[in-house]
Each structure stands twice: as structure tokens, then as C-alpha cells.
């Protein structure tokens, strides 16, 4: 089977380009090291967006002219009781993760299937799953749910979607047979659902429910007696928790993958908690939307709001929200008819923007913010109080690390952002509470927002009751004098000049 390329079956093409690379700068290039090399592409994306589809073009045909003859067959190999992943499995998982990041949704799903083959091929019946086999299923999991969903947006069309090659349909239903009989063939709970996730997506895309028991679907029932979210919010006709737990994990693996016991125990902990709302989009996999945020990324197109207005009239939304929009497109929004109950976006004390223009904005027509990167990625906790700032080569560093690292140097640089810690800090002494959990309790603190949407990577780790504890005070006068002094020493005015309004970031 032909490997399609990014743009839609054929290689990428365009004008001729044969720009002289430095021979300094190639020298530099072949001889840095890998992580740091990533770091640098990391950054020049980030610099320069336009960048991006050339990447991916070029990514793209490095899978074209790379494509194997066969997925290899010692991706596994046997040991005692167990099976052990080689060097070639990982070299394989890396290959599908770079053809689903590029499009090649059903090449993807092909290998997949072929190192899932292998897999039941040598798993015995007397064989277990040790830590690490359990984890590396996991992972898998976690590959063909994405895999699924790099299918459904390689089928997208200008108007709508089209109908599988009769070579698709064989690909996709390779899959189901191999997991099919995967979980026919074990016995052991744990195993015979090891794939649960990818089941109930591919059966998703199908056109099904999940093929699950029911039993498997729900996690066990919790005995929490602990505290639950006190505070809500009403965003039109929903009563909502004023926070919400951001479920980005499921982007990418990047960010990790756990089993789908370990993701249903970690969700019945939240729910149990009172967090009922969950932020989730189409290309974090396995997920489902029963409150719309409607994004937009060219405002050039003024079709937006004919957009909004469809949206919103659409007989299954009952609540419409936006999401990364700036002041004078929601004002336009409002303005022609749209009822708007809410605007996500990034706001934080690095990120101040939404208070130049936003926040009068939100106060005139009743909208709420659902606030995002209300912790800087993380920076915003004690474990960075009194520290140096990181190196965002690091192989340790995460997507969000090297994002809000370069906000606050911009915002201030590491030696104001170490005051605000040490202001935090003893705040949240006073209330026997964390930097992380006063960081929020400031934003909430503001009329104009809704609620904070805090990351959690179910089944790997997660922040409960600590962030339950955001609901147990509020700052006084004495508090918000004292961040405010931080504040005042700040380039708030520079990173909203550099940005732009809120949402910028993802249109330059």
C-alpha cells in the first residue's frame, strides 16, 4: 500500500527552493545532540508559526522515502514468563507516533496492527504482564486511540467527510480483528481489557457503542468522604463547578498514557470530588463534548460568525461558548445576535492580557472566562520557589515548560517570577495551603471568571485534593496588596504588546 502524504496523497509540493545552508551552520547541526537539536526545532516553531507546514512537509516526505518494507518482527522477545520490548519496538512506536502527528492515519493503524500481532503471537498462555509489558500496553492503547482519530481527520474533506477506500476498510478491520482476538484469547481481566480504550474508540468510529461489558465502563465505586468543589457557576443553562479538570493529556502521548482502569479510577476520584466538567476537544481522542467552545483561526474569514450563529442554533447546543477568541471578535459576535455564555482563554499572573481589554468586555455582556495556564505549566508551584531557572534543553522540560519559561522572561525574568513565589508562598502559608492552589485562588478571585481549567493526567498522576483546596479561603486585602506589588514591577503592558490580545498566540 502507497503511504499518502500530508496533503491528501501526494507528495508536497511547491516552489523550488535551494537556499544555501552555512557549512558553519550545518557543521553545528550535525554535531549537536539529539535532545538538544529538538529543543532548538522547538523553538523555532514557536518563533516563527509559518514554519510549521514546511515541517510537516518535510517530516513527510522523510516518512515517504522511509517507509519500510515490512513492520519489523522482533519488536518482542521472550523472556521467563514475560515478553520484553526491544529497541525495534520503540523505534516502531516512534515511527507511528511521527505518521499520526503527519496525517498518515491508516499507515498508522496498519503497523499498529502488526505489532499487536506479533504481540499475541508470542504472548503464551502461561505468560504475565509485568510492570513494564503493562505499561507498554498501555501505551499502545493510548496509539490506537489516537490512531483512530488521525484516521478520522485524514477523511476530512472541504465538504464533510468521505467514504473509505475499499483498502481502508480492510485496515481498519485488521485492527478490530486482532484486537477482537486479543481479548478473546486471555483470560485475566487486566489483559482480555488491556486494549479497552481502542476498542470503544475504533467502535466509536464505526458507527457502534462500546463493545465493552458495561461492567468495564464504570470504575469502582469510591467511598470518598472527603470535601467537594463548593463554588459554581451558571454559564446559560449549566450549573458548573468553577473549576474544571483539562484533559490535554489525551492529545498526545507526550504527555503519558495509562491504562483504561487506571484513567476510570483516577475519573472517579475527580467526580466523586464534584468535578462534573472536563475540558476535551475531537483530537484528544476518546473524548465527547456536551458543552461547545467554538474556536476559530482566521479572523480573515469573517465567516465566523455566520459559523457561531449555526453553531448556536443547532439543536443539540443548548450553551455556546468561545474559545481563544479576542475583545473585538466576541464584541462583534454579541453584537450580531450570538449568544456567547463564556470565553476560554489563557490567563494567569504571567499572562495578564485578559485584564487590559477582556475583562470590561466580559462584564458588559454577561461572559464568563474559563481560564487555562492558570499555573504557568507548572511553574507556579513550591518545587520552583528558591530554584534556578531551568534549562529548556532539558530533556526533562515538557511542552508547557518551554511555553510559559519563555512568557515569564518576557513578564519579568526568573528573579521578579522568584519574588512572586516567595509572595505566594507565604500567602499560602497563611492559609496552610501551596503556591499553586493561591496562584488560582487569585484568578478566581476576579467577577469576570467563570472557572480555572487545571490539568490532570488521569491514571498518572493528579492534584485532588490539593486543588479542593482552593475552595477553602479567599484572599483578603492584605494579600492582594501584597501580589499586587509584585505585579506592579512586571512588563505586563510588553507581553500584551508582544502577544497581542488574548488568543493571538495561535493566529501569527
Same mark, same amino acid.
Given at each position: ?8 496523497? +501526494? ?20 554535531? /549537536? ?22 515541517? +510537516? ?9 522511509? &517507509? ?6 522482533? /519488536? ?6 514475560? /515478553? ?5 519496538? *520503540? ?12 496525517? *498518515? ?9 502488526? $505489532? ?11 505468560? !504475565? ?14 496509539? %490506537? ?35 477482537? $482476538? ?9 489483559? &482480555? ?46 450549573? %458548573? ?50 458543552? !461547545? ?20 442554533? +443547532? ?18 459576535? !454579541?453584537?450580531?445576535?450570538? &449568544?456567547? !455564555? ?21 462584564? &458588559? +455582556? ?18 520552583? /520557589? ?17 511555553? =510559559? ?42 467577577? =469576570? ?6 490539568? $490532570? ?52
Amino acid at each position: 500500500m502507497a503511504l499518502p502524504s500530508a496533503n491528501g496523497g +501526494h507528495p508536497p509540493k511547491g516552489k523550488a527552493k535551494a537556499a544555501h545552508v552555512n557549512m558553519m551552520t550545518d557543521t553545528v547541526i550535525a554535531n /549537536l545532540p539529539p535532545d538538544a537539536l529538538r529543543g532548538i526545532v522547538r523553538g523555532l516553531l514557536g518563533f516563527e508559526q509559518n514554519l510549521t507546514s514546511h515541517f +510537516h512537509d518535510l517530516a513527510a516526505k522523510y516518512l515517504l522515502s522511509t &517507509k519500510p518494507a515490512s513492520t519489523p518482527s522482533d /519488536l518482542f522477545e521472550k523472556s521467563t514468563t514475560t /515478553l520484553v520490548p526491544t529497541s525495534s519496538f *520503540f523505534e516502531m512506536q516512534s515511527r507511528v507516533r511521527c505518521l499520526m502527528g503527519c496525517g *498518515f492515519g491508516f499507515e498508522s493503524i496498519r503497523t499498529l496492527t502488526d $505489532a499487536l500481532r506479533e504481540l499475541s503471537s508470542k504472548f503464551e498462555n502461561d505468560s !504475565v504482564a509485568d510492570e513494564q509489558l503493562s505499561n507498554i500496553l498501555a501505551s499502545i492503547d493510548g496509539d %490506537v486511540v489516537q490512531a483512530v482519530t488521525a484516521v478520522q481527520k485524514e477523511l476530512l474533506t472541504g465538504s464533510g467527510s468521505r467514504a473509505m477506500t475499499a483498502s481502508e476498510q480492510e485496515i481498519v478491520k485488521c485492527l478490530r480483528s486482532t484486537l477482537t $482476538a486479543w481479548s478473546a484469547s486471555n483470560e485475566d481481566p487486566e489483559l &482480555k481489557f488491556a486494549f479497552a480504550r481502542g476498542f470503544t474508540r475504533l467502535a466509536e468510529f464505526e458507527g457502534g457503542g462500546s463493545i465493552l461489558p458495561q461492567k468495564r465502563q464504570i470504575a469502582t465505586q469510591s467511598s470518598r468522604k472527603k470535601d467537594r468543589i463548593s463554588e459554581t457557576v451558571q454559564l446559560g443553562s449549566l450549573e %458548573v463547578p468553577r473549576m474544571f479538570a483539562g484533559l490535554w493529556q489525551f492529545s498526545s502521548p507526550a504527555w503519558g498514557t495509562a491504562s483504561r482502569a487506571q484513567i476510570n479510577a483516577d475519573f472517579r476520584k475527580h467526580v466523586d470530588a464534584g468535578f462534573t466538567a472536563y475540558d476535551m476537544a475531537d483530537h484528544y481522542g476518546d473524548a465527547e463534548v456536551t458543552f !461547545v467552545s467554538a474556536d476559530w483561526k482566521k479572523y480573515d474569514d469573517h465567516q465566523y460568525v455566520q459559523a457561531a450563529k449555526l453553531i448556536a442554533d +443547532h439543536p443539540k447546543v443548548q450553551n455556546l461558548g468561545l474559545c481563544n477568541f479576542d475583545t473585538q471578535r466576541m464584541d462583534e459576535l !454579541v453584537e450580531a445576535g450570538v &449568544k456567547v !455564555v463564556s470565553n476560554q482563554v489563557q490567563f494567569s499572573l504571567i499572562d495578564l492580557r485578559p485584564t487590559f481589554k477582556m475583562a470590561a468586555s466580559c462584564r &458588559k +455582556h454577561n461572559v464568563k472566562l474559563l481560564t487555562y495556564g492558570s499555573l504557568c505549566g507548572g511553574f507556579l508551584a513550591d518545587k520552583w /520557589l528558591n530554584k534556578p531557572a531551568p534549562n529548556l534543553f532539558d530533556k526533562n522540560m515538557t511542552p508547557s515548560h518551554r511555553k =510559559y519559561f519563555e512568557m515569564i522572561e518576557v513578564w519579568g525574568g526568573w528573579i521578579l517570577f522568584q519574588e512572586l513565589l516567595s509572595t505566594l508562598s507565604a500567602i499560602g502559608k497563611k492559609y496552610n495551603t501551596s503556591i499553586s492552589t493561591t496562584a488560582v485562588r487569585w484568578i478566581l478571585d476576579h467577577d =469576570y471568571v467563570g472557572a480555572v481549567i487545571v490539568g $490532570a493526567r488521569m491514571g498518572i498522576s493528579e492534584h485532588v485534593d490539593e486543588n479542593l483546596e482552593v475552595f477553602n479561603f479567599k484572599l483578603d486585602g492584605e494579600d492582594q496588596a501584597g501580589i499586587q506589588r509584585v505585579l506592579d514591577k512586571c512588563k505586563a503592558k510588553d507581553v500584551f504588546a508582544e502577544m497581542g490580545d488574548c488568543g493571538a498566540e495561535y493566529r501569527q
